[in-house]
């Protein structure tokens, strides 16, 4: 616990909100979109791309699309849960400590990942998954703690600018380690193999050390509202009816989650297959291209999503957050038809920087934008439950859909197009939204 306590709205304790995006944000970057992905594939044969796990045959994607699935299924599950829990206990941060440590020894553990012992390594790549998503549903909520209305969507982008910052700055290394594996004493045929390894490390060990000063200065959490028991359990389900109650009472915050969990489905989907669809659709020429590409394009998302993010918030100064959201979806939804015909690395480098610029945006100001439309009340954990329960949701529907339709036409292209829809009726529903603003 820290010597001083930092009253709400205090720069030191709004730029320690933010700094934890620093620390964790290594995680989806180089774990979720760049290195992992390449690194699982180099371990299958090209004539033999399936494995047997818990009984079943699957092929190399469909294992890690299942259970990257099922891990949300539960982050939804247990999320109301726990942070009915935490704030009736008042001890939030304790809860966002364990997730974190739990995600990043999983990070840790992957340096081990291999097809001999597929069950232990999907066991690590579950708690990297869960540890990272998990932590969220209690840093998020602690926007309405620490900040005020009028500084949540400056805070909130800088959290997202600090935490692409960071995750690019660890990823640069690491792919320098990849190119010049010798530089580090790297060597032989396995020599990247070994070096992707090491940048799983570097991703636990990051996480670990650059959460210190968050927890050290972020709050325990809310007053305690009572002592620890076995009827624990049951207070934090009575305190998550009661939020759903306000919830049904407040038509801005609901109707807002509406549509957030619609457009989130395509936005998530997107982030999690870019890769995967570079790979598959577009034309690099060699191995060694593709790799450099990929990497290259990822970087690239992650820089111009920095300038996203703080452009959406000055806009959202000027115009206010729904119009802004309505314009952003609308980017979304034409980078869906165009990524029908994207085919060149040049083309695909175009479209990965667009989508950096509107994925920034909609991520930070979605979440300042759902922190201002809560009511006045103590259980911010509880409020940002639904919020990260709709956005799990979202994506176990999202990745599902998907993958059916990649499935049924054997293209992602097709599946891509398909996200347009949900970005269409998330514009509508944003509309919806505006008449609860007053004027």
């Known amino acids: 616990m ?8 205090h720069s030191k304790l709004l730029n320690a909100w933010a700094f934890y995006d620093w620390a964790n944000s290594v995680y989806p970057l180089t774990i979720t979109s760049a290195i992992f992905p390449i690194f699982y594939s180099s371990l299958f044969l090209d004539e033999i791309r399936t494995v047997k796990a818990f009984g079943i045959v699957f ?34 941060k304790r809860f966002m400590q364990f997730f974190c440590y739990f995600g990043a020894a999983g990070c840790i553990g992957l340096y081990w990942f291999s097809l001999d012992k597929i069950h232990l390594s999907l066991l690590f790549y579950f708690m990297g998954l869960l540890g990272f998503w ?22 909130s982008a800088k959290g997202f600018s600090l935490g692409y910052t960071g995750s690019v700055i660890l990823l640069v290394f690491n792919v320098i380690m990849l190119m010049r594996p010798d530089w580090f004493g790297l060597v032989g045929e396995n020599a990247q193999i070994d070096a992707m390894r090491i940048a799983f490390l570097t991703v636990g060990i990051w996480w670990i050390i650059f959460s210190q000063y968050p927890f050290r200065v972020l ?6 509202k ?46 999690f297959v870019a890769v995967y669809f570079g790979e598959k659709e577009i034309n690099w020429g060699s191995t060694s291209a593709k790799f450099t590409g990929l990497v290259l394009s990822i ?17 959202s100064e000027k115009k206010g957050n729904i119009p802004v959201l309505i314009g952003i979806n609308s980017i979304w939804m034409l980078l869906c038809f165009y990524g029908y015909f994207v085919e060149s690395p040049i083309q695909f480098y175009f479209t990965a920087g667009a989508v950096g610029l509107v994925m920034g945006g909609v991520q930070s100001l979605s979440r300042s934008t759902y922190s201002k439309f809560l009511p006045e009340t103590q259980d911010t954990t509880s409020y940002f439950s639904f919020y990260d329960v709709t956005e799990k949701i979202g994506i176990v529907i999202g990745m599902g859909i998907f993958g059916l339709i990649d499935l049924k036409f054997d293209s992602m292209r097709n599946a891509i197009v398909f996200l347009f829809v949900f970005f269409l009726i998330g514009i509508y529903l944003l509309f919806r939204v505006k008449k609860y603003i007053p004027k």
């Open 2 to 9: 820290p010597k001083k306590k930092y009253k709400k709205g």
């Open 59 to 92: 092929n190399d994607t469909s294992l890690i699309t299942l259970l990257t699935s099922f891990t949300f299924i539960i982050i939804a599950f247990i999320s109301p849960l726990l942070s009915g829990i935490a704030d009736y206990m008042g001890n939030k």
């Open 134 to 155: 998990g932590s969220l549903v209690f840093y998020n909520s602690f926007l309405p703690d620490i900040a005020f209305p009028n500084q949540q969507d400056a805070i």
């Open 219 to 224: 709050p325990k959490g809310n007053k305690n």
């Open 226 to 271: 009572g002592i620890l028991s076995k009827d624990i359990f049951w207070k934090g389900f009575k305190e998550l009816h009661s939020v759903w109650k306000e919830l049904d009472d407040n038509k801005r915050l609901k109707s807002f989650l509406r549509a957030f969990f619609v457009y989130s489905m395509a936005v998530q989907t997107i982030m």
């Open 299 to 315: 970087l690239l998302i992650q820089i111009v999503a920095i300038i996203g993010a703080n452009l959406t918030s000055k806009l």
